[in-house]
């Protein structure tokens, strides 16, 4: 069974940076795509950032310029710099591994539990 394991949250005043990390585990093979999605109260989860296997990323608009999204796939860890902080990125960021292929099996998706992030003064 695969398993991603975020941590990193917590409480930052705007304009501040926070750092997020997932590490996935499960007799790993391989992982098409890691990434992070978030949810605030009220809002539909949505795209932060990822990364696949060749590098290649993907960031939700509101995120560009302020956030990098980098992978260590001898670790099968994927992390999530976040710089300029605003309010508005306070939300449950959760971590999500596409395609991981694990032992015998392949899981199309895998979800962390979350972490919070709070942007607050």
């Known amino acids: 069974q695969v398993q991603l394991v975020e941590s990193g949250g917590g409480l930052v005043q705007p304009g501040g940076s926070l750092r997020l990390s997932c590490a996935a585990s499960?007799?790993?093979?391989?992982?098409?795509?890691m990434g992070w999605y978030r949810q605030a109260p009220g809002k539909q989860r949505e795209l932060v950032a990822r990364?696949?296997?060749?590098?290649?990323?993907n960031y939700g608009d509101s995120v560009k310029g302020r956030f990098n999204i980098s992978r260590d796939n001898a670790k099968n860890t994927v992390y999530l710099q976040m710089n300029s902080l605003k309010a508005e990125d306070t939300a449950v960021y959760y971590c999500?591994?596409?395609?991981?292929?694990?032992?015998?099996?392949?899981?199309?998706?895998?979800w962390g539990r979350g972490t919070l992030v709070t942007v607050s003064s």
């Open positions: 990364i696949f296997s060749d590098g290649r990323t």
């Open positions: 999500n591994a596409d395609e991981v292929v694990a032992g015998s099996r392949r899981y199309p998706e895998t």
């Open positions: 499960g007799s790993i093979l391989s992982i098409n795509a």
